[in-house]
């Protein structure tokens, strides 16, 4: 077995790298059936961050899987609802706009060209089931004649491969138009509603076995759409109904208007339903994560998990509840990543402090930095103790906050002998614990141990499968096989380099997040040094901040808009504020996406937060490279940090 294989499992973790057919590749998500899409007329807003398997999820949905080449099709299995697929490319949109046309024209041409690709869809679908080993049973199919195109386009032909190739060449001939509006003639644009409703009749009178069938526009990364265009496509979503239903899929804010061609405005609830693609894997990702990673490394003859997992479990909608309620298996998919993937926490983790000869040093230098201020001095080894290891981490955070250090030894002793102290009965140890590691961990070069493992990944990734899958393919870069092909166990150092390789790859890639992504490069590399700032603070008494609120003013509209436009290209997550202490700005905390965590060297759960003034607020969203850079020196000064902790503002290199 080449051991390459096992990295290459994971190689692929963009839709756009695979083909429009997913059928025998995508692993059904445990929420699938939520969907209830076989009774569902009304139009579903697909909403999450890039990434969270949106895209996948349609293309799924869509006839290139439905009616893949590789399924046995028959007028039983015939799916009822067929999916259309579209996606909204963002450079060819802004080619319906200028001072060619009034933006009335604008919105026939753009209704035009979505009416030509959704014929085109439609005709696909039919070239589907015209394969040979499915002549038999939809033998009307080759003998269409969609006669009703005629009755807009006298010249069409009316034959299905002919209409096909005909309306391929009617949106080559707008493209030439819209790239040169002043020399070619202006094409008739077509009314979309009418043509596809009458091409969708034409199509169920003359084949029985589609009479009913509903077919369902999937139009993906609608955010990406003008102001206009998102009109039309609300106004779609408010009049869908059988046979033809509108669907969409947007990030986080990307439906910037309700408005429609009308005074109407569409409403959630009443016109359309949201479904929350990232709340609904929370619930049941480690599983999912676990069955993606076994599937993939199946799929390149690694036996990685339990027997039942197959391509006919994972990829069957009908077996949802027996992966979901089978705890058996569900332990068993989970123990076999883990067994791959595996951690070092805790005590182990504690033990590699005391063993490692710059982690232990540090930890030598905060006590040191204490202890040489007593009178009674007292030496830092006293508290560098092998059988208490993680009370020992902790001891130097717990001075630095002004403990005494006669009473913290006592309580190490305490701990020894296995009597009650307060590392355990004031939490000593839960609290400061991994705020600790992590600040040993900063000044070195080596990323922090805690990133490491399967369950790890999970939290840096949340809940999604391009930044898991991602993790898992760096990590096995490296793997090592036994002498019967089986993948050996990564040690934990290698998955924390590689995952601070992945976070190092997803902090460039943000300066990609539509027409503000290097503003939001810099608003993630700001406040991940404000974070790192914090983190190094030797008392830890405010240990592992990874996310903020704003309090005392307001937002200018300018900083309001790129903060939703954090929120959109998930480099910040919004979550009800859970604490409440005074006069805010909104109840609502932003959270670091933990994907970023480790190029920073910080923690990657939700743990203290940061109250930020309004102005600094803006500062960090808005601001110059001077301000931002004197935001981050205003928190190293208020904590009392030396300048050799604060990283170089607008450098991309490793923290």
């Known amino acids: 077995m080449n051991k390459l294989a096992a990295a290459q499992a994971f190689a692929k973790n963009r839709s756009e790298e695979g083909e429009l057919d997913l059928w025998g590749e995508f692993v059904v998500p445990l929420y699938f059936d939520k969907l209830s899409l076989d009774e569902i007329r009304k139009p579903i807003v697909f909403e999450g961050g890039r990434g969270c398997g949106k895209t996948t999820l349609l293309r799924y949905l869509s006839h290139a899987t439905q009616l893949s080449p590789k399924r046995k099709i028959t007028k039983d299995t015939l ?24 933006e009335g024209d604008w919105q026939k041409a753009f209704e035009h060209d979505l ?22 049973e939809f033998n009307e199919v080759q003998h269409v004649k969609l006669t009703s195109f005629t009755d807009f386009i006298g010249d069409a032909p009316v034959e299905p491969s002919a209409l096909l190739a005909h309306v391929k060449r009617m949106r080559n001939q707008l493209a030439m138009w819209l790239n ?45 759409l003008l102001p206009y265009q998102m009109r039309i496509i609300n106004t779609y979503l ?40 990232e709340a609904h894997l929370e619930a049941d990702f480690q599983l999912f994560a676990a069955e993606l990673f076994c599937f993939r490394l199946r799929k390149k003859g690694f036996k990685v998990g339990p027997d039942a997992i197959s391509t006919e479990l994972l ?109 355990k009965t004031a939490d000593w140890s839960h609290t400061y614990f991994q705020g600790c590691l992590y600040y040993l961990y900063l000044p070195q070069q080596k990323p922090c141990i805690l990133y490491a493992g399967f369950d790890s990944f999970l939290s840096i990734s949340r809940e ?38 992945a976070s190092a790859v997803f902090m460039k890639e943000t ?19 404000i974070f790192r700032l914090s983190h190094a603070r030797p008392s830890q008494s405010e240990a592992e901040r990874t996310h903020f609120s704003v309090s005392s003013g307001e937002l200018s509209e300018e900083a309001s808009t790129i903060l939703s436009e954090c929120i959109k290209w998930s480099v910040l997550f919004e979550v009800k504020e859970t604490k409440v202490k005074d006069t805010k700005l909104s109840y609502a905390d932003f959270v670091l996406n933990p994907i970023f965590a480790p190029h920073f060297g910080i923690s990657y759960n939700k743990g203290r937060k940061l109250d930020i003034k309004a102005d600094d607020a803006t500062r960090l969203l808005v601001g110059s490279r001077d301000e931002m850079n004197m935001l981050v020196k205003g928190y190293q000064k208020t904590w009392k940090l030396d300048e050799g902790e604060q990283l170089s503002l607008f450098d991309q290199g490793k923290a």
């Open 79 to 102: 799916p009822k609802q067929l999916g259309l697929y579209l996606r909204a490319d963002t450079r060819y949109l802004r080619a319906f706009q200028g001072d060619a046309l009034e």
């Open 115 to 136: 009416c030509l690709i959704i014929v085109g869809e439609l005709l696909s679908t039919l070239k589907a089931l015209t394969l040979p080993n499915r002549i038999a």
């Open 180 to 224: 040169n509006p002043e020399d070619e003639a202006k094409p008739r644009f077509l009314p979309l509603k009418q043509v596809i409703l009458a091409f969708i009749d034409d199509i169920r009178v003359q084949v029985p076995q589609l009479g009913s069938t509903v077919f369902f526009v999937f139009l993906d990364e609608y955010e990406n």
């Open 238 to 277: 408010k009049h869908s109904g059988d046979p033809l239903v509108f669907h969409v899929a947007t990030k986080r804010n990307g439906m910037a208007t309700r408005e429609t061609l009308s005074e109407e405005r569409i409403q959630q609830s009443h016109d359309f339903n949201v479904f929350d693609v």
């Open 315 to 423: 990829c069957s909608p009908s077996d949802l509840a027996q992966r979901r309620e089978d705890e058996d298996y569900r332990r068993a998919t989970v123990d076999a990543a883990r067994r791959i993937l595996p951690s070092r926490r805790g005590v182990e983790a504690a033990r590699s402090v005391l063993k490692e000869g710059g982690l232990r040093n540090k930890l030598k230098q905060q006590l040191d930095e204490v202890l040489g201020r007593a009178e009674d001095s007292l030496r830092a080894d006293l508290f560098l103790r092998d059988d208490v290891p993680i009370e020992s981490v902790c001891t130097g955070a717990l001075l630095h906050q002004g403990k005494d250090p006669k009473m913290v030894l006592i309580e190490q002793e305490k701990a020894a002998l296995g009597e009650a102290s307060k590392f």
């Open 464 to 501: 999604n499968a391009r930044h898991f899958l991602e993790l898992c393919h760096l990590a096995m870069l490296d793997v090592e096989l036994t002498a019967e092909g089986d993948i050996m166990p990564i040690e934990p150092e290698l998955q924390a380099a590689a995952a601070r390789a």
């Open 511 to 529: 300066q990609g997040s539509g027409q503000y992504g290097n503003r939001l490069f810099h608003v993630v590399n700001t406040l991940g040094q």
